[in-house]
C-alpha cells in the first residue's frame, strides 16, 4: 500500500532495510515523496514509533506541510514525533533545558533587523568608526563565525581589522547575554554546546531519536552537520534527501562539502539516485543535464522523464535591455491568449536590479505582476511594534525591544533621553530597563521627561499585570488597545493606514488561531507565540496571489515550478555574475544556479541577454553567457533582435 505509488528508486529509497542513506534527489523527482513515505514506512513496517523520530526541513512552511502528508496517510495524528527546522527544532530544545544552556526562563529571539541594532550599538558603546567597521559587515563576520561552531575567543585575528571585529563579536555576546535574548544562529550553536558538553542530555536525545530524516541536505552548513552528526551518534540512522546540483546557498554559509563527503562520515551509508523527473519536458532536461556535466566532483545523476521532448529552449539575443524587456512582454501576451494563465509565468534573473526595465515593460502593456520576496507579515514596522510591546512585558531585559517602543507612540521622549538610558546601562552593565528605574529614583531627568517615563514604565507594569489571566488572543488585544498603537496607526490616513490596521487585527487573529492549533504545554502562550512569530519572520514568502506574472531572483525561484519560464541577463558578467568568474568554485555555484533556473520551467523555456546592456552607470557591451554555449544547438531555437527597437 505505502510502495504503490511511487517509482522503483522512490520505492528502493522507501522500503531500504534500517541504516545510514543518501537520498540524491533531482529536480521534480518528487523527493518531498519519498520523505513522507519514508516516516510511514518507518512506523508501519519498521515499528519504530513516531516518538523516536526526528524530521528535519528547510522552511516552516516545508515541516507543515510533512506533517499534513504523514497524518493523512497514517489516517492518525503524529504529534509526538518532532517535524521542524534547525532554528525551530533547537529552539523547542532550549525551552525545555533553559537553564542547562545558561539562559533565562522567558529568553527573546532577536530577528535579523534587531540583530542588527544591538550591534550597531556595541560598536558606538565601543567607540569605533562605523564606516570602518560597518553593523552589517559586523552582521555578517559573527554569524559566520557561529556558523562554523566558533566562539569569540576561537576566532583567528587574522589581521588589525579582524581582532576588531572580534572585540565586536564579545560585545554583542555580552549584551545579549545581558538583555536575555539570542539571535537566530545561536538557537543552533547554543543546541550544539548543549548537547556537545552535557553528556546526560546528549544520551538522553540519541536515545530518542532513533532515526533522523533531513531534506535539503545540501543547503546545510558546518554547524547544522555538527548538529546532526551529533543527534545521530554511533547507534542511530540518518537519511539525508539533496541535491548536489541544486547547492546554490554557498554565500551564506552553505557547504556543498557536506553532501559530497556524507558517505565518508557515515560509512556503509546507501546512495539512492532519483532522476525520473515529474516537472519537465525532455528537452529542458537534456539541456540542463548538459549544462550541470561541466561542474567537477558531482556525486552523479541524469534527469530523465516519460513526458514528451516538448519545445526547444528559445534564446532570444536582444540589441539592449529594453529590448529584451519588450521581447519578454510580447511573449507574455502572446501566450497569455494561447494555453496559459499569467500566473504560470515566471521572470527569472540573477541580480535585482534587473527587474525595473522588465516591470517598465509590463507597466506599459497593462500586465500585472508580482515581485516575490516583498515585506513579509511579521516584519512589517506596526507588527514589529506590536510584538516588540509583547516581548518588553514577557521580558524586561529585551533591549531591543525597549528602544523599539520607549517612543513609539511618540510620548515626548527624545534620542538624547534613549542615548542616557542606553549610556547608563551600559556603564554600570545593567539593562535598559534597569537603568530607567534607577535613574527615575535619581530623579536625573527633566520634570517633563520623568512624566514621560514613568508613564511608559507604568504603562508596562500595568498591562503585564492585566493581561496575565487573559487568554492569547485577548492578551495581544488588549496590548493593541493600550499601548495606543491602534490609535496611534488610525491617525494615518488613506490606505497604508487602514493596511496598518487590519494587519494589527490580523495579529489578534494569529494569536487565536495559534491558540487553538495548539502551544507548547512547559511554555507560557505568550512565550511560545512570540518565538513562533520571530521563526515565521525569518521565512521567505511564498503566498498564493491573483493571476499575475511572477518575478524573481534565480535564488528565489528554488523549490518553486512554472509552465513557463523566463531567465533573462544570460551573459558573462551578469550571469555568471562578475565577482564570481575567477573562482572555479563560485563559477560552479553559478552553473548551479542556470541549472535551477531551467529546471523550475515546465512546458516552456526562454532565455535571453542582451549584446549591450547599462550597468553599474555605464554601457556595456557582453558576450553571450559561457552557460547557453554549453547547451546543445539542436535544442535550441535562436531568434536574434530586431533591427529598430521599439
Known sequence: MILNSLNNAQREAVSAPLGHQL??????????RVLTHRIV???EKEKISPFNILAVTFTNKAAHEMRTRIESLLQVPAKTMWIGTFHGLSHRLLRSHWQEASLPQSFQILDSDDQYRMIRRVIHALNLDEDRFPPKEAQWFINAQKEECKEPHQVEPRDIAAQTFIRIY???????????VIDFTDLIMKTYKLLQTNAE?????????????????????TLQYAWLKLLTGDNNFIMIVGDDDQSI??????????????SKDFPGAKTIRLEQNYRSTGTILKAANELIAQNAGRLGKNLWTEGKDGDPITVYAAFNETDEAFFIVNRIRELRNGEFNLREMAILYRSNAQSRVIEEALMQFGIPYRVYGGLRYFDRQEIKDALAYLRLIANQSDDPAFERIVNTPTRGIG??????????????AMTMWEALTQLLQQKFFSARTEVA????????????ERTLALELHKQVEHVLSASGLMDHYRKEKGEKGLTRLENLEELVNAAHQFTQEGVADDMPPIAAFLAYAALESSEEQADVYDDCVQLMTLHS??????????????????????????????LEEERRLCYVGMTRAMKRLFMTYAEVRRMHGKESYHRPSRFLHEIPVELIREIRFRTKVT
Open 249 to 262: 546557498y554557498g554565500w551564506r554559509g552553505a557547504k556543498i562539502e557536506n553532501i559530497q563527503r556524507f
Open 415 to 428: 534620542d538624547r533621553t534613549v542615548t542616557a538610558i542606553r549610556d547608563h546601562a551600559r556603564a554600570a
Open 201 to 221: 542530555l546528549r544520551s538522553h536525545y540519541q536515545a530518542r531519536f532513533r532515526c533522523l530524516l533531513v531534506d535539503e541536505f545540501q543547503d546545510t552548513n
Open 23 to 32: 537520498v540524491l534527489a533531482g529536480a521534480g523527482s518528487g523527493k518531498t
Open 453 to 464: 517615563l514613568q508613564s511608559f514604565v507604568n504603562l508596562i507594569n500595568t498591562m503585564k
Open 170 to 180: 564579545q560585545a554583542y555576546q555580552e549584551a545579549c547575554q545581558r538583555a536575555g
Open 557 to 586: 525561484a528554488k523549490g518553486l515550478e512554472f509552465p513557463v519560464v523566463f531567465l533573462a541577463g544570460c551573459e558573462e558578467e551578469l550571469f555568471p555574475h562578475y565577482l564570481c568568474m575567477n573562482d572555479p568554485k563560485s
Open 41 to 43: 514506512w518507518l512506523i
